[in-house]
């Protein structure tokens, strides 16, 4: 049997109960499946059920166990709604046919058709519902910023010893390795990433933020993180933070050719979600402009609704970039291309 957090089965036997009780079809429930790992989502599902009254029933695991959970729950899922990170794990939820299309001119109409897959006139597998970028930090006093304007940069002969990544087997490396295929062709992208590996400072450990960390240190010269991270250390009330942003610099990378590499956190309607139209209405709650504000303000994430505002002051001070244009569908499906490229470049 799969071993879940205790959180997990706290919350699965409050939503078995839930689902048990008399009257269930036309109850006012949604239930959710969110591998979103941010504590400030609270308040964007508390609005949605001030505004509609419906209830969420919330299960939120890693990625790995969500998947598991729905394949191993099958036809029998309770699930409406699943929330992902990053292309990679979407795409891969929706080849496993985990997901079903949904039709909405309210979805079509709010999120660009470069973040929604798989639009062939049936409608979305799934839909992002907020971007991340994935940007260069250095130290300031080991690297020349001149250095590493690009991705392909990290790969330089005079970077050796001072590159620090979290593992190629990552979703977030997979996708930004998988993109640099996209543009560098396998061949090129592998060579890259040999020339990366070749660069290493340490084997790659920790996640976006342990690498900030280590770039402050000094242990590291260069690294990469996805761009909340980083402004959640640039509004941290904690000294040693503000003392890690001040020891680092930020690159937009790839602004003279094909832009910095974007991702998002999405949404999709379970294969066989029991309260299908209260998902539908769910993600477009998520696609409003009071929840869109949400993930800037609330997660430091850019609004997928362009015409929304920003509310977040560090996230704005980081200024307007030019973003890589690849359609997020063909950046999720290039990571079996780049779980390639890190098996062969040993980049774990
Ligand atoms: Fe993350």
Redesign the pocket.
């Known amino acids: 049997m799969k071993q879940f957090k205790p959180y997990l089965l706290l919350a699965a036997a409050a939503l078995a109960a839930a689902t048990a009780a008399p009257g269930r079809a036309q109850e006012n429930v949604l239930n959710l499946y969110s591998a979103r ?1 941010y504590q400030t989502d609270e308040a964007l599902y508390a609005d949605f059920t001030r505004q509609t009254g419906i209830r969420i029933n919330r299960i939120e695991a890693g990625d790995e166990a969500l998947l598991e959970r729905l394949r191993s729950e099958g036809a029998n899922s309770p699930a409406d709604v699943v929330l992902l ?1 990053d292309a990679a794990r979407l795409w891969r939820a929706q080849v496993e046919g985990l997901f079903q299309p949904v039709k909405s001119a309210t979805l079509e109409a709010r999120i660009p058709a470069t973040l929604r897959a798989k639009d062939d006139g049936k409608g979305a597998e799934w839909f992002g519902i907020s971007t991340r970028a994935r940007v260069i930090v250095y130290n300031k006093r080991k690297v020349d910023p001149a250095q590493v304007q690009n991705y392909e940069d990290l790969a330089r002969p005079e970077l050796r010893g001072k590159v620090c990544t979290r593992s190629g087997a990552h979703p ?1 490396m997979l996708s930004l390795i998988g993109a640099m295929s996209e543009h560098l062709g396998e061949s090129g992208a592998e060579q890259w990433a040999s020339g990366v590996v070749a660069n290493f400072a340490r084997k790659p450990r920790g996640g ?1 933020t342990d690498q900030i960390r280590a770039v402050a240190t000094g242990e590291c010269g260069v690294a990469l993180t ?1 761009t ?2 980083l402004v959640r250390l640039m509004r941290s009330d904690k000294p040693a933070d503000r003392e890690v942003v001040e020891r680092i610099g930020v690159v937009w990378p790839n602004q003279k050719s094909f832009g910095t590499h974007v991702n998002v956190s999405g949404a999709a309607v379970a294969r066989h979600a029991p309260h299908r139209e209260t998902a539908v209405r769910f993600i477009e709650y998520l696609a409003s402009d009071s929840a869109q504000a949400y993930f800037a303000g609330g997660n430091n994430e850019w609004p997928v609704v362009s015409s929304v505002k920003l509310n977040n002051r560090e996230l704005e001070s980081l200024g307007p970039f030019k973003a890589d244009s690849l359609p997020i569908a063909s950046v999720g499906r290039a990571q079996v291309t780049a779980a390639k490229i890190i098996d062969r470049t040993g980049w774990r």
């Open positions: 790992h990170v977030y976006d996805n909340y991270y």
